[in-house]
């Protein structure tokens, strides 16, 4: 799964802003990789508080992105490739803008009034609910015109919908009907865990904020709609779904992929996420002494061994909301950003479960490391940085933590070739281009065998010609190796072990297997002895 940030792609008409005539004009690029699916962040029409997770209208497409027409072609042009397409599908909260909204907000006795949560403000203030971009962090909002709270999880121009009336739901599998009989391949339901609530209002012990999933995630009832879902569409069409999200732990998650229920395909966890962060996943603080590759391995291994009887995972280590894998995971210093992103690509493409992998990724790009807070672009950082003016907080250090979480370091745009802005645009680009565009491109790429990009190339070819690297059992070895990240996988008899070294000295692993027999399949340091030390970053998958 390639996934595509359509608004960094790659631009067509010299607005600056990538679009959906860019996006198909590249389709040749994304086959060459070896991807079988496309998913693209929300394309549908909206008023970009949060770059298109804020819905107005959802069988339309975003004016900046092109016309319907656009997207038929698109769709057209990656089937004709033989590669599927995934929407992104923005149903816990819509836009402030949609029809229902506005008509919500009207009246409290509006036909709509109940696709949202509302509190009657004359019965005082509801029971307290954090909210992710809030300035405040209050996820109530009074609106004047009915005298009213509504609920909001994200930023205050994204209501949250009211799953719990069964209008909403149909209409919302009317959507989906709508996108599925154009043809499109599937959904990633975006923060579909949260749907779900007690509308009670229970309160939440102090401090619940740092472990969000826990409170707002697997709310009463949410079995209960994926169920319908399923019945009502997604059983209808030969696709595929993922959930963002599903708990906090993998019993938790079969119970959203577990083909007996009947729910969804797949689903992503966070706990990989907030590996090495300060208080919680939503800190938005990396420990300055980085992370644990113990607990790096005990993450990973428990989720991938969670899989093994049934269900299905997904691995990832880079997305929108994400800093660049390289920067986070790997280290992007000149010396050993190419292995080390090669590494964590090879990681990505052994594991088992389906490899989700982030546009930009294959070439190892980097953070920006904005030290200006008027180059960001994201709701997130830019309503925490009001919060912090406003209550005087350390803005020096929230800008520091920014260089390494801030989501719009991963969505500097795409780096296609040393021409000016990177070749993603003519115009001016809507969030800057990294500078390291001129040496980290695909034009300069393609020409080195060894690079990032063409050693992910490799890596597709191996994992699809290799089956027991997709479905082969999983065995971590060497476990108390803090530099060394080793296991095995194993199908019918075909056993392949895979070498990780995650640091940036040469290290030796101590896996008891003898590799005198061994063939090396693939590895990012020109290895011509087996067995000896790996390389800093290097990572070797052998054939046993
Ligand atoms: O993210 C949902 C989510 O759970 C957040 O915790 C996410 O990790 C957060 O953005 C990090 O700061 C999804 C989308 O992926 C994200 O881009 C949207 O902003 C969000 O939903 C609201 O739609
Ligand atoms: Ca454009």
């Known amino acids: 799964m390639y996934q595509v940030y359509p608004r960094s792609f790659k631009d067509s008409n010299g607005d600056g802003i990538g679009d959906l005539i860019g996006i198909n004009s590249k389709l040749d690029y994304i086959k060459s990789l070896g991807v079988d699916v496309v998913w693209l962040n929300p394309i549908y029409t909206s008023p970009n508080f949060d770059n298109g997770y804020d819905v107005s209208d959802y069988k339309n497409i975003m004016k900046d992105f ?5 997207f038929d072609n698109l769709l057209k042009g990656m089937h004709k490739r033989g590669l599927k397409l995934i929407m992104d599908l923005v149903v816990n909260h819509s836009s402030e803008k949609a029809e229902w909204f506005k008509q919500s907000r009207s009246s409290r006795t509006n036909k709509y009034r109940n696709y949202y949560h509302w509190w009657p403000a004359e019965k005082g203030k509801p029971t307290p ?8 962090s209050d ?7 009915t005298n009213s709270y509504y609920l909001h999880y994200f930023a205050k121009q994204q209501p949250d919908l009211n799953w719990e009336n069964p209008l909403v739901r149909q209409d919302v599998y009317k959507i989906m009907r709508f996108w599925l009989d154009k043809g499109i391949d599937g959904f990633r339901m975006d923060a579909f865990q949260y749907v779900a609530k007690d509308t009670t209002w229970p309160a939440f012990p102090t401090g619940y904020e740092l472990n969000i999933q826990k409170y ?5 009832h949410l079995h209960d709609y994926l169920k319908e879902m399923n019945r009502e569409v997604l059983s209808k069409y030969d696709i595929m779904s993922v959930s963002e999200g599903a708990g906090t732990t993998p019993e ?7 083909p007996a229920r009947h729910e969804l395909n797949m689903a992503y966890h966070f706990e990989g996420m907030g590996i090495g962060l300060i208080g919680g996943g939503e800190s938005h603080h990396m420990n300055p002494k980085g992370y644990n590759l113990l607990e790096f391995k005990k993450v990973y291994s428990t989720w991938e061994t969670g899989f093994e009887k049934k269900g299905w995972g997904t691995i990832y280590l880079g997305n929108h909301d994400q800093p660049r894998m390289v920067s986070r995971w790997g280290n992007d210093s000149s010396a050993f950003r190419e292995t080390s992103s090669e590494m964590l690509s090879t990681f990505i493409l052994t594991m088992g479960g389906t490899p989700y992998y982030y546009a930009g990724d294959e070439l190892g790009m980097t953070n920006i490391r904005f030290t200006n807070l008027k180059d960001y672009r994201d709701i997130s950082v830019i309503n925490r940085a009001q919060h912090l003016k406003e209550t005087g907080g350390n803005m020096a250090e929230f800008i520091e933590a920014n260089k390494m979480m801030a989501r719009d370091n991963g969505r500097t745009p795409f780096q296609w070739d040393s021409t000016a802005n990177a070749g993603f645009t003519v115009g001016k680009p809507w969030l800057k281009v990294n500078l390291n565009y001129i040496k980290i491109n695909v034009a300069t790429e393609n020409k080195v065998s060894t690079s990032p990009l063409n050693y ?14 997709v479905y082969g059992k999983y065995k971590l070895l060497d476990k108390d190796n803090k530099s060394i990240y080793a296991y095995t996988r194993e199908l019918n008899g075909t056993r392949f072990l895979i070498l990780l070294n995650f640091t940036s000295k040469s290290a030796k692993a101590h896996t008891g297997i003898n590799l005198r027999k061994a063939s090396v399949m693939i590895d990012n340091c020109n290895r011509l002895l087996k067995g000896e030390a790996l390389q800093p970053y290097e990572a070797v998958v052998y054939k046993l």
Request: proline residues 4%.
């Open 66 to 70: 092109g016309t319907m027409a656009d």
């Open 252 to 258: 938790g998650a079969l119970q959203f992929v577990d």
């Open 456 to 469: 992910f190339r490799k890596l597709t070819r191996l994992r699809k010609e290799n089956i027991a690297l």
């Open 129 to 136: 609910r954090w909210s992710f971009f809030d300035v405040n």
């Open 139 to 145: 996820a109530w909002q009074y609106d004047k015109p």
């Open 216 to 220: 707002y995630g697997n709310g009463p």
